[in-house]
């Protein structure tokens, strides 16, 4: 993944710059018609809910799997770029969900990562230019039960800036 440059998409800096993170994603299709809901909890936390309305069910009356892959797509790679900073590349790299049980009702997705990951993540990356970051993420019904789990690998590196 060497010479990868990104910048963030101006559409969505504007959104960002004059909405809120959060507020961002309800102009965002693939989130609105799919009823997910954004909340920043704070610089290291977002979490994602969504109501099963007709927009995100499936032919059998559940959650549409990739309904609730998308509720869990893009936060730790958000996350990631918002704690290392712009002179960090940051990219997904691959992700996998396993659908434990049918999700009914609100379902919901926490993402955190902590200062001291982030630490971990720079000295990792001084250490040896770049990495492969994974991490898990449960999806929860409303009674708390565990629906189903997002596993993440995140591409990290210094970037040229």
């Known amino acids: 993944m060497s ?3 990104y910048e963030v998409n ?11 993170f959060a507020e961002a994603f309800t102009f ?4 609105a018609g799919a009823n997910i809901k954004v909340r920043v909890i704070d610089q290291y936390t977002v979490e994602s809910s969504m109501d099963l309305v007709l927009t995100n069910t499936n032919y059998v009356g559940t959650h549409f799997g990739g309904s609730l892959y998308s509720m869990c797509d ?7 770029m918002q704690n290392l900073g712009p002179e960090y590349i940051v990219w997904d790299k691959s992700a996998s969900i396993d659908f434990l049980r049918p999700g009914k009702g609100l379902v919901k997705a926490t993402f955190h990562v902590s200062a001291e990951e982030i630490d971990r993540i720079r000295a990792v990356v001084k250490e040896k230019r770049k990495m492969d ?6 999806i929860l019904d409303q009674e708390g039960k565990q629906i ?5 690998v995140i591409y990290v590196r210094r970037g040229m800036r």
């Open 74 to 80: 893009p936060f730790y790679m958000f996350l990631l």
């Open 133 to 138: 970051w994974s991490t898990d993420c449960e």
């Open 10 to 20: 101006p559409m969505w800096k504007f959104l960002r710059d004059n909405f809120g």
């Open 148 to 152: 189903a789990r997002l596993h993440k």
């Open 3 to 5: 010479g990868i440059e």
């Open 28 to 31: 965002f299709g693939p989130y």
